[in-house]
C-alpha cells in the first residue's frame, strides 16, 4: 500500500505551518511574526532530510551531542539551517553550545548566563538567548521561578550584555497551558522582552493565540518518538 500523504514528515509539515498561520489571522496577528522550530530530537539525519527538503529551515534539538553528530553534515547539504537548542544546558557543554547553535531558549540560572559571556567571547559567536521560566513552580523542572525571572534577565541582559531576546517556558503537562503562555507573555511584556518561545505539539495553536513568536513542534512533525 502506498503511503497516505498526510502521513509524510513534508505533509505534516504543511498542515502545522497552516494552523500556525490560521492561528495568527485569527488573533489579528502578522503569521510571519511565528517561527516554526522543527523540533527534530533523537531522529536520524534521514528522518530529518525530507523535512529540509520540504523547506523548514529552523530545527530544534535538546543535547548538545546529539545535535553535535548530527548536523554538521545535514548543513553541508542544506544552505541557511537555523539549530536551536531547546534542553537543559550544562556549563561543560556551554561552548559547543555557542559554536553549535543559533538560539539557546534553556538559559535559566545565573551560573550558565555568567559561562555562556565567558564562552561567547572566547568563540567569537553571539547565539541569540532565550530565558527559561519555570511557570509552574515544578521542583523537578529547569527555568528561573516566575519571581526570579527579573534579577536573571537584569543580570544576563544589563549586566553582562547578552543578547536576550525572549523568554520560554514548558508548563505542566496536567495543567491548562493558556495560563501558563499568558503569564509568560506578562513576564515579557514586564521586562520589556519582545520573543515569547511557547507551545508544542498538543497546544502551538493556543500558544500563537497568547502570543508566541517560536513555537516548538515535534511529534506533529516527525511522528512519535521511539
Ligand atoms: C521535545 C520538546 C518539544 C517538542 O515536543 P512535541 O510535543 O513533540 O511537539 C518542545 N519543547 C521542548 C523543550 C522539548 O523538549
Known sequence: MPEMPADTPAARLSAVRDRV?????????????VTLVAVSKTFDADHIRPVLEAGQRVFGENRVQEAKAKWPGLKADFANVELHLIGPLQSNKAREAVELFDVIHTVDRPKIAHTLAAEMARVGRRPRLFVEVNTGEEPQKAGALPREAAELVRLARDELGLPVVGLMCIPPVDEEPALHFALLAKLAKELGIAELSMGMSADYETAVNLGATCVRVGSAIFGHRG
Open 21 to 33: 498561520a490560521a492561528a495568527a489571522r485569527e488573533a489579528g496577528r502578522d503569521p510571519a511574526a
